[in-house]
């Protein structure tokens, strides 16, 4: 098993970059991928991006190009979102989650296992 816990949300202007973390309680490099996603309000939850099991890694396409970014510190067993220009569409509760599926899984959220309380962003001036 895997906990995962979120932090770097809040309350943010329109414009300003924000990083969230996800710290996991033991290693997961070799064992689990880990993703973002995020659910807006009234709103399905949704791909944002992800690390598979050896490292490869990969942003949902369908974000405004560079705008989100995903780094990890293996040695605190920690991965990063970085979020550029924020905007009022990316207030939502972002989650973190581990996945022990293949890579071919890695945008389903149905595949994945363990899950952060989440973290609330709040875009807003």
């Known amino acids: 098993q895997v906990q995962l816990v979120e932090s770097g949300g809040g309350l943010v202007q329109p414009g300003t970059s924000l990083t969230l973390s996800c710290a996991a309680s033991?290693?997961?490099?070799?064992?689990?991928?880990i993703g973002w996603f995020r659910q807006a309000p009234g709103k399905q939850r949704e791909f944002v991006g992800a690390f598979g099991r050896t490292g490869q890694k990969t942003v949902n396409a369908d974000f405004e190009k560079g705008r989100f970014t995903i780094s990890e510190d293996r040695s605190k067993n920690t991965v990063f979102l970085h979020m550029k220009n924020v905007q009022s569409e990316d207030t939502a509760v972002y989650y973190c989650?581990?996945?022990?599926?293949?890579?071919?899984?890695?945008?389903?959220?149905?595949?994945?296992?363990?899950w952060g309380p989440g973290t609330q962003v709040t875009v807003s001036s």
């Open positions: 033991r290693r997961t490099f070799g064992t689990y991928a």
């Open positions: 989650a581990a996945n022990r599926a293949v890579w071919s899984t890695i945008r389903d959220e149905t595949y994945y296992n363990y």
